[in-house]
């Protein structure tokens, strides 16, 4: 019989400085209101895709969304194969009206009541290995004679001459990208994948504040003339600063259905993706914040029964420490509250806790103290992924 672990749950206390690690459609800093205070929000895509670009670096292979994938096909086809340009953006055209996702014709910039011919955007996102552009520029080699022969595509209601069946096996495609984080694509029949992760909203365990930062930009000739006062721009833009709860639950279960009888890749799917969970970080604003922290503190728990989020722990919000910070605070109140979620629906459902941080403090709540993140993450695994002596692998 195999272990027995279905999840494994990651918890982080993290302190981020000033930033806006996320914005809305306004560029304002998000926010929730929560246990009846205001608190910076981070989004769980946005958080999502920070982790899938650190995650794809680790593995080495990447995935693409795009409504653009004929344009890719087409810029392959002309600066890597050799193609002339009419005929590759033909043969990508072709290859994006293909499949069973309608498809629009890009505006012309220069008179948006015109259509481009060729340049086709499909009306629903594609998400496939980066290799399927590839795929496709060989399917569109194997029908160069057809594509030659065949028509623009200048209208939705045109039909592609490259076979559907073969777009969309490419279509189906996929890569441990995919099998971790899912796919959503209705339009194709049996191209959907149920994720294997969850991510929640980061927030902050406090009340926080949004400011308004002012400022303005020097004219460097007016600057070195003096020959005029005042700045050459001037502006505002929303900041945040805080100590934030960061959650995430991998079902092992689901990935292993992904990818198959497969233990050694369902071990480097999984590290990699608590990894770059870890020690990713939203974009936004990095060049004028250049907000690039760690983790204060790493809690992993192996769970046989299901996911446990200790958001609540911060429901009532963190109180600042006597000599000011909420970091040390954010750590005990979720040792505690870990204590008393343990207290009260007992441990049976735990094969393995533990933990890393900065604090020396034992969080004995936590379960194991390691002294770093790539030995917490290998505690987890070997209880998460080997079965217990005796058993049959």
């Given amino acids: ?121 499909t009306n629903a996102m594609v998400y496939v290995p980066q290799t399927a552009v590839a795929e496709l520029a060989d399917l569109a080699e194997e029908y160069r004679e057809v594509l030659e022969a065949a028509k623009d595509i200048k209208k939705p209601a045109d039909k592609s001459v490259l076979p559907t069946d073969k777009v969309e096996a490419v279509l189906r495609s996929r890569n441990g990208v995919i099998n971790l984080f899912g796919r959503m694509l209705a339009e194709v029949d049996n191209a959907g994948v149920d994720g294997a992760v969850q991510v929640a909203h980061a927030l902050t365990t406090h009340e926080t504040d949004v400011e308004l930062d002012y400022f303005s930009a020097v004219d460097d ?51 990699a993706f608590l990894s770059a969970f870890i020690l990713s970080l939203p974009q936004a604003k990095k060049n004028s914040t250049a907000p690039h922290t760690i983790p204060d503190l790493v809690h992993l728990s192996v769970r046989t029964d299901r996911p446990l989020s200790y958001a609540a722990a911060f429901e009532s919000p963190v109180v600042a420490a006597g000599r000011g910070g909420f970091s040390a605070p954010s750590r005990a109140t979720l040792s505690d509250y870990a204590e008393a979620a343990n207290r009260l629906i007992g441990t049976s459902g735990i094969l393995t806790s533990g933990w890393a941080g900065v604090d020396a403090k034992d969080l004995e709540a936590l379960g194991t103290h390691h002294t770093g993140f790539d030995t917490l993450i290998d505690a987890a695994l070997d209880s998460a992924l080997t079965a217990p002596a005796g058993d049959a692998a």
């Fill in 1 to 121: 019989m195999l272990n027995p672990a279905r999840f494994i749950d990651i918890h982080i206390v993290q302190s981020i400085p000033f930033a806006n690690l996320n914005r809305d459609d306004t560029n304002s800093v998000k926010t929730v209101q929560y246990g009846n205070v205001l608190r910076t929000r981070v989004s769980s895509q946005s958080w999502k895709r920070a982790t899938r670009g650190e995650f794809e670096a680790r593995i080495g292979k990447a995935a693409l969304r795009t409504r653009r994938i004929g344009e890719r096909v087409t810029r392959l086809l002309s600066e890597s194969r050799g193609w002339p340009e009419p005929l590759a953006e033909r043969a990508g055209a072709h290859a994006a009206a293909a499949s069973s996702i309608k498809f629009e014709l890009a505006k012309d910039p220069k008179d948006p009541k015109q259509t481009v011919p060729n340049k086709v955007l």
């Fill in 221 to 271: 000739v007016t600057s070195a003339w003096g020959d005029q006062t005042g700045s050459g721009h001037m502006g505002h833009t929303e900041f945040s600063a805080g100590t934030f709860y960061r959650y995430a639950t991998i079902d092992l279960r689901d990935l292993a259905r992904n990818i198959g009888d497969n233990p050694t890749e369902l071990r480097e799917l999984t590290a």
